[in-house]
């Protein structure tokens, strides 16, 4: 049973471009939320995803914005890259038939803006 | 805005003592999860402990949550050198909604 999975693992972009990152959720889950985590913090959270639609989002500008496809996977797009975007993206999977939020994470997709 | 607090930063150990990390809340929460975290790779998950849970142990995991207190402990037993890592606990955010909030983390070192 695969677990969370992200891609790419690392990128290098240059400071104004545009990036997109891809999760799969784990089998049976039908909910993506994407985090932000800089050097040395906590992961925040940017948005999270169910039917396709964004369901909650976090403290983010709208240059932060995602996609969810019939299929559960997600996509997280950046526009007009800063140098301050640079940091480790995590998504998390879950599923929302649980009275709870256990959430799983892929191993990240570590981007830095030059 | 930061909802779970770990306590310590940092902690260093070795190897075949018990590693004890503290996390504070401030809001009321239906639940409370720990992750570890490995050089800066994704989070695994390690335990979730519901609000009428006292205490659940996975392992040589311990986690205790005090409602009253709004707080929680993970304790790691006869650590090894591979439990070293940054360790996080994670709150629900407000209406329950899968918002998980984070706190700064604990990071352990374990000394061969």
């Known amino acids: 049973d695969a677990g969370v999975t992200q891609s790419p693992t690392h990128l290098i972009k240059t400071r104004g471009q545009q990036v997109t990152l891809r999760c799969s959720p784990k089998?049976?889950?039908?909910?993506v939320s994407w985090y932000q985590q800089a050097l040395g913090q906590g992961p925040q959270f940017i948005f999270q995803?169910?039917?396709?639609?964004?369901?909650q989002r976090g403290n983010f500008p709208d240059r932060f914005s995602g996609h969810q496809f019939p299929n559960y996977s997600s996509e997280l797009n950046v526009n007009a890259l800063l140098l301050g975007d640079s940091a480790l993206y995590l998504c998390?999977?879950?599923?929302?038939?649980?009275?709870?939020?256990?959430?799983?994470f892929g191993q990240g997709t570590r981007l830095t803006v030059v | 805005s930061q909802q779970g607090e770990e306590d310590p930063q940092a902690l260093s150990i070795q190897e075949g003592e018990n590693a004890t990390m503290n996390c504070s809340y401030k809001t009321s929460i239906n639940n409370l999860q720990w992750y570890r975290q490995n050089s800066g790779r994704g989070l695994v998950h390690l335990i979730l402990?519901?609000?009428?849970?006292r205490e659940k142990h996975s392992g040589r995991l311990r986690v205790t949550l005090d409602t009253s207190k709004k707080s929680s402990s993970l304790l790691i037993t006869a650590s090894r050198a591979a439990d070293t890592a940054s360790y996080f606990c994670a709150t629900p955010g407000a209406g329950n909604t899968g918002k998980l909030i984070f706190g700064q983390g604990t990071t352990l070192q374990v000394k061969p």
């Open positions: 995803y169910y039917e396709e639609e964004e369901r």
């Open positions: 998390a999977s879950s599923s929302i038939d649980r009275d709870d939020t256990e959430a799983f």
């Open positions: 089998s049976g889950h039908d909910t």
């Open positions: 402990i519901r609000s009428n849970e």
